[in-house]
C-alpha cells in the first residue's frame, strides 16, 4: 500500500463536503407522517408543525375524549372509580367487529371504572369503551354525544366522533385541533398520566373479575402499551396510539424531561413498518424540541413607582404578570423590551388599573407577546388643595404634550 499527499482536489472536495453540513439546517426533523404538531406544553409556543390542518381520522386516539368524558363523571360524583360496572351482551368482546383491539371484557364480570379506564388506556379496548359509555350516558349514541358537545365547547371546528373507540373512518380530528385537546385534558385530568398512561402493560382478567362458578373465554391476558417509547425515551409518560387502514399510524405523545413537558401529535403514518416509524417520528420530534429550544420566564426590566395625580398617594407600584416563552436556544439572550406608557393615573382608581403596555419582541423585532402594566393597589382621591394643584399641573402637561 502506498502513501500519496493529499491533492489540492482532494482539499477541495472536503472543503466543499464540510460546508455543505454548515449549509443545509438538520435541525428540522424529517418525518415520515402525514401530519404532525410539537408545542411546549408549559407556555404553549409551537414549536413544529406539517400539515398540521388536514382532517385525518384519528383511530383510537378517539379514546382520549372517551376517557375525558368518564373523567368528567367522576367528578360530577356520578361514578367513582371503585365503581363496578355492568358488562352487557352489547359491550362483551364477542360483539365487537373484526379487527376490534380489546380488553377482551364479557357479559356478567365483576369489572371496576378504573380497570376499564385501563383498558381504554393500555389495551385500547374497544370494548370498553362501550361498557364505559353504557354507564355514563345509558348508551352509545347519548355518550357520542357528550364527546362532540365538549368537542364544540372546546372549539374544535374540523373534530367530530361517531364512536367512543375511534373504530370508524368517519370520526375526524386533524393534528392541531387533537393537541388542542390534549392541552385541556392533561390540565383537567393531571393524574391520568400516572394512573392510566404511563402504564406499559395491563392485564385482564384476574380471578377477582370472574363470577364465582363463572369462567373465562380467555385466562389472563397481558398486552402492553402500543406506545412503545414508554420506558424507552426519556421522560415519556404518554398519552394514546392509534391505527385503522384510513388514518395509518397516528399517536398522541407527550414527555416530561427537568420540569419542561412537550406534546406531539403525529398522524398519517404509512402503513409500511407504521409502527416503527411512528416510533421514529415521535423521538425525533421531542430530541428536536428538547435539543433545540429553552422555556423560560423572561426577565422583566425594573419598573419604577409611577406618578398619581389627585390621589392620596404619590406614587404607586407597578407589576406585569408575564408568561413563560419558548424560544430556540441561541436567540434566549436576544430577546428586548418594548414599554409603552398610558395616559397619566389620575385618582380614584381601583386595583389593576392600567399604567401602560410591555412588549417582548424577539431578535427580528417580532412581537412575542404583549401585556397590561398595572397598578398594585387602589388609590382614594386626595385632599381638596392636592386636586386643585394636580389639575393645573395636568392642564399644562396636556397643553405641552400636543
Request: charged residues 20%; proline residues 5%.
Amino acid at each position: 500500500m502506498f502513501y500519496k499527499k493529499p491533492t489540492v482536489l482532494a482539499f477541495a472536495i472536503l472543503f466543499l463536503f464540510c460546508f455543505s453540513l454548515q449549509a443545509f439546517d438538520f435541525s428540522q426533523p424529517e418525518l415520515f407522517s402525514h401530519s404532525a404538531v410539537l408545542y411546549d406544553f408549559n407556555s404553549g409556543f409551537l414549536l413544529y408543525e406539517k400539515n398540521a390542518d388536514e382532517i385525518i381520522p384519528p383511530a383510537s386516539m378517539a379514546k382520549l375524549m372517551t376517557l375525558h368524558i368518564v373523567f368528567n363523571a367522576v367528578r360530577e360524583g356520578y361514578l367513582s372509580f371503585d365503581k363496578y360496572i355492568p358488562i352487557s351482551k352489547q359491550s362483551s368482546f364477542i360483539s365487537s367487529p373484526p379487527r376490534s383491539s380489546l380488553m377482551f371484557v364479557e357479559e356478567g364480570q365483576i369489572v371496576t371504572l378504573l380497570e376499564l379506564m385501563k383498558g381504554l388506556a393500555v389495551s385500547s379496548g374497544n370494548d370498553a369503551g362501550i361498557a364505559v359509555a353504557e354507564a355514563v350516558a345509558g348508551s352509545v349514541s347519548a355518550f357520542v354525544d357528550l364527546m362532540n358537545n365538549e368537542a364544540k365547547k372546546l372549539g374544535l371546528e374540523k373534530t367530530f366522533f361517531v364512536d367512543t373507540s375511534g373504530y370508524s373512518e368517519d370520526n375526524r380530528t386533524t393534528a392541531r385541533e387533537f393537541a388542542k385537546f390534549c392541552f385541556f385534558y392533561i390540565r383537567k385530568n393531571p393524574d391520568s398520566i400516572p394512573m392510566l398512561h404511563s402504564l406499559t402493560e395491563f392485564t385482564y382478567p384476574q380471578r377477582r373479575n370472574i363470577p364465582q362458578g363463572g369462567k373465562s373465554t380467555h385466562g389472563p391476558i397481558t398486552q402492553s402499551n402500543n406506545n412503545n417509547l414508554l420506558g424507552i425515551v426519556e421522560g415519556v409518560d404518554g398519552l394514546k396510539t392509534g391505527y385503522i387502514d384510513e388514518s395509518g399510524f397516528n399517536i398522541a405523545l407527550t414527555a416530561e424531561r427537568e420540569g419542561r413537558r412537550l406534546l406531539a401529535v403525529i398522524m398519517g403514518c404509512p402503513k409500511e413498518n407504521g409502527i416503527e416509524n411512528r416510533a421514529l417520528d415521535g423521538e425525533a420530534l421531542l430530541s428536536y424540541g428538547f435539543d433545540n429550544f429553552k422555556t423560560f420566564y423572561p426577565k422583566i426590566p425594573a419598573l419604577s413607582k409611577n406618578k398619581v395625580y389627585k390621589g392620596k398617594e404619590k406614587n404607586i407600584e407597578l407589576r406585569v404578570i408575564v408568561p413563560p416563552i419558548t424560544l430556540p436556544i441561541d436567540d434566549v439572550d436576544k430577546i428586548r423590551w418594548e414599554i409603552e406608557w398610558g395616559a397619566p393615573l389620575v385618582a380614584p382608581f381601583p386595583i389593576a388599573t392600567e399604567a401602560g403596555k410591555i412588549r417582548l419582541l424577539d431578535k427580528n423585532g417580532a412581537l412575542i407577546f404583549s401585556r397590561n402594566i398595572i397598578t398594585t393597589a387602589e388609590v382614594e382621591k386626595g385632599s381638596l388643595l392636592r386636586r386643585f394643584c394636580d389639575s393645573i399641573v395636568l392642564f399644562f402637561k396636556n397643553i405641552f404634550s400636543k
